[in-house]
């Protein structure tokens, strides 16, 4: 099991919520951090602070956290109270330095409370982009722990709107915060098949003998969601669907995907490889694209339909892309990386289609893949011809399966969350984005935004129903880019 946080007597830990009275840090942050506390992962020393502008009751305060919580016991639920117990609440302005000053008196105050000479203190800012910067230079100047105590700050995607703006953000966090402070957080990288990934490529010989373009034609990585905007398309539109999903967790799916063997698991060494891989995609055109937004279905209102969304809006809510990256290992393998918002299901998953067999003797021989089912029934198994049982000698595609659910019934899955703040206690990075590695990524995506978005733009998203697969020209799409699918074939986890 991994070490308790803060084991030593001599060391304090205090945690604190930025943003703490919206829905992130209720419906996340604050569950994960109970997951946490109670996997006795957060030393029984550690305090949680609260912060925000709205002027709540500690009381009250401590009730919005418990109602997003789930217990499944007696003894849970009694957990959940001495949680409760360690989560305070301070109000206070963003921009403003006095209600700083208050906030570190607050922590002082806890922090003399116990023996620990050491003081540590995290800030997570679960906070809407436009007060990052205030917030964190408030934290900087008014809320730092004294040397040899450590600070660590944590930022909620979006980085930015493009490459200029993700600049402008990371020269303002470097003003005051040193790289090596802050961690990024992408909660796609915390769930327990995207950490899988690497274990799979790196950990397994008949894996990596053909993780190469002699072997593999092609690699999806998809995200499907079933809901649509739900009265916040105001907010979407103002990103649409590529800054949301494909920019950052989809293309840091395609970088671990991708990357070579690291030197070792040490965090820079394992953000070297997926760099260079980024480094080898050139930009994204309208060429590469395929962009949907969603319709009504008659029951279900469309995305145009949504009171909060402008007036005649053109933002996507579907986009498929194919990537090439320009390395001898991947040279002319396509990643085709989709996403979209009213689909038919709720999927994230990685498929990766091999090459056509060379010199087939068989009919009717479908290509091989192996599936990595990110969510939900998370799963990794591998499609292969096989010959129908009984006196037939006709091939069948069947599977070679491992689905968690069977396999690791009896372990819990934790939340992706829960995972990268263990992680950003423990001070490791390997799962947070760098700045360079989020330089790179934009500038494969800010020609295309800049395309779609302008004033005088004549780019239109091919409609769909709400609840279908999504745009009708997707199967052309990808069959141009190399997919295969087999007709007929449909897997189930519980088969």
């Known amino acids: 099991m991994t070490t308790p946080i803060t084991p030593d007597k001599d060391e304090t830990t205090v945690i604190v919520v930025l943003g703490a009275s919206g829905d992130l840090a209720f419906k996340k942050t604050y569950p994960a951090l109970f997951g946490l506390y109670k996997n006795n992962l957060l030393h029984e020393d550690v305090k949680i602070v609260g912060y925000a502008r709205s002027p709540i009751e500690l009381a009250d305060f401590r009730k ?7 217990t499944k016991s007696d003894q849970e639920a009694r957990i959940l109270q001495d949680f409760l117990n360690l989560c305070t609440y301070v109000a206070g302005k963003y921009d403003e330095e006095a209600s700083f000053k208050r906030l570190n008196a607050y922590i002082e105050d ?33 809320c730092y722990a004294p040397h040899p105590g450590t600070n660590r700050l944590v930022v909620e995607k979006p980085f ?9 953000l990371g020269i303002a966090l470097a003003q005051h915060w040193a790289e090596d402070e802050i961690y990024r957080i992408d909660h796609y990288l915390g769930k327990e098949m995207v950490k899988n990934l690497m274990v799979l490529r790196f950990a397994n010989v008949f894996l990596g003998a053909i993780w190469h373009r002699f072997y593999i034609n092609n690699v999806q990585i998809t995200f499907k969601e079933k809901i649509g905007t739900e009265g916040r398309g105001g907010y979407f539109d103002e990103f649409g669907i590529i800054r949301d999903i494909m ?7 395609l970088t671990i995907i991708a990357m070579e063997k ?7 060494d394992v953000r070297n490889e997926k760099v260079k891989v980024l480094r080898c995609i050139e930009p994204l055109t309208m060429d590469d694209v395929l962009l949907g937004q969603y319709v009504t279905d008659g029951k279900t209102p469309g995305y145009r339909d949504d009171p909060t969304v402008p007036k005649g809006s053109n933002t996507p809510t579907f986009a498929a892309a194919v990537f090439y990256i320009n390395n001898e290992r991947w040279d002319g393998v396509p990643f085709i990386l989709k996403c979209g918002k009213a ?21 009717d021989v479908a290509r091989n893949e192996l599936v990595i089912r990110v969510q939900p029934e998370e799963s990794v198994y591998i499609k292969m011809m096989n010959k129908q049982p009984g006196l037939s000698a006709a091939t069948t595609i069947s599977e070679l399966d491992l689905s968690y659910s069977k396999r690791y019934k009896d372990v819990p899955i934790p ?5 990268l ?11 947070f984005v760098r700045d360079d590695e989020l330089d790179a990524a934009w500038k494969i995506f800010t020609p295309l935004l800049h395309e779609i978005e302008a004033p005088k733009s004549k780019i239109v998203p091919e409609e769909y129903v709400f609840g279908s697969r999504g745009p009708a020209g997707l199967d052309e799409f990808v069959k141009k880019h190399g997919y295969h699918r087999p007709a007929g074939y449909h897997y189930s986890a519980n088969l």
């Open 160 to 168: 930015g709107k493009d490459l200029q703006s993700s600049k402008e």
């Open 343 to 363: 689909l038919e299901n709720q999927k994230a998953e990685v498929r990766i289609q091999f090459q056509d067999v060379p010199g087939n003797i068989y009919s």
């Open 421 to 431: 703040i263990l992680d950003v206690m423990k001070g490791d990075k390997s799962n």
């Open 110 to 142: 806890i922090e003399e409370a116990h023996s620990g000479a050491v003081k540590h203190r995290v800030f997570y800012m679960a906070l809407p982009p436009s007060v990052f910067i205030p917030a964190s230079e408030g934290i900087r100047k008014s």
């Open 415 to 419: 939340d992706a969350y829960e995972s």
């Open 247 to 253: 920019q950052n967790h989809l293309l840091q799916i």
């Open 64 to 70: 919005r956290v418990s109602s997003k919580i789930k």
């Open 262 to 268: 690291p030197v070792s698991l040490d965090a820079e």
